[in-house]
């Protein structure tokens, strides 16, 4: 299989990713909004989604930050409405 060069490719994956990352994890991504240690919280898949994501990406793309921007994303923006300290 061809790695990914293109951004808006990964973006997509990353996308992906982060989307499974909250279907599967909401209750625990809430408390870690809630409690400020989302990403304590969440480090080790968060961790396994960044491995796959570097699996499948050309290493020019990885170096750009897009699956960290797709965590916020889909981590913390999607849930504006939690309550937190963050915001």
Request: glycine share 6%; charged share 35%.
């Amino acid at each position: 299989m061809a790695l990914i060069d293109k951004p808006e490719r990964a973006r997509q994956l990353a996308r992906a990713i982060a989307s499974d990352l909250s279907m599967y994890h909401e209750k625990k991504i809430i408390e870690g909004i809630e409690r400020d240690s989302l990403f304590d919280l969440m480090r080790d898949e968060i961790e396994e989604g960044r491995a796959l994501y570097k699996t499948r990406v050309t290493p020019e793309i990885y170096g750009q930050g897009i699956y960290d921007r797709a965590l916020v994303d889909m981590l913390l923006k999607a849930r504006g409405n939690v309550k937190s300290k963050i915001w």
